[in-house]
């Protein structure tokens, strides 16, 4: 129904955008990656695709046209749902996300929260083809035709995904490392130390 929407970023989101277009205020459900992206009082344009799903109506988008096309394949993956399309989106580089598929990294899909052994296997047995076919091209380009190590995932790796996405909803540098001070960087995923984050801001 929407193909995309342009309009004024008014509100950014740990999950969410709100986008202002003559007068409506369209709430998008996204990915921490699209989130960063754009910036409040700003004009975005976010790709969308409309869902109806057991009568609730959800409109889903990004900023880019790649990310809304893997978002739509990840959830054609059995046990793959909207929810957890959105987590491994949030939590894995888009580049890197389709290369560990290509790849067959499980334990970099596993990084993700839900998505144990089975459905990491499955996202690679149902996606990997599909991915070879549309983006080989795209993870050559971006020097991302390797596959990831557990190094991607230490505790450095951890610390500049969480401050980065923190900041992008509008925390200064100083704010962010007070908090993750505060944070075990090692024993909790990417999402939780996140929003473990964001509690604790929101606490001052």
Not at 61 to 67: D, R
Not at 128 to 135: A, G, R
Not at 162 to 173: C, F, H, I, P, R
Request: aromatic share 4%; no cysteine.
């Amino acid at each position: 129904m929407y193909h995309y929407i342009r309009g004024m970023v008014v509100k950014r989101n740990l999950n969410n955008i709100i986008v202002e277009n003559n007068g409506i205020g369209y709430e998008i459900q996204t990915s921490m990656q699209t989130v960063s992206e754009v910036e409040e009082n700003s004009e975005a344009k976010i790709y969308t695709k409309l869902i109806v799903k057991d009568e609730e109506v959800i409109l889903i988008g990004f900023s880019s046209v790649l990310e809304l096309e893997v978002f739509e394949l990840l959830k054609t993956v059995s046990g793959v749902g909207i929810k957890s399309s959105l987590n491994i989106l949030s939590t894995i580089n888009l580049t890197h996300l389709i290369s560990s598929v290509i790849d067959e990294d499980v334990k970099i899909l596993m990084s993700v929260s839900g998505i144990g052994k089975k459905s990491a296997q499955r996202i690679i047995i149902e996606l990997k083809d599909k991915f070879i076919k549309k983006y080989q091209n795209h993870v050559e380009e971006n020097n991302a035709s390797f596959t990831m190590n557990n190094d991607s995932l230490n505790h450095s790796s951890k610390r500049n995904d969480v401050k980065m996405a923190l900041e992008s909803l509008g925390y200064s540098s100083s704010e962010i490392n007070h908090v993750l001070q505060q944070l075990d960087l090692d024993s909790m995923d990417i999402e939780v130390l996140i929003k473990e984050g964001l509690k604790l801001l929101l606490k001052g």
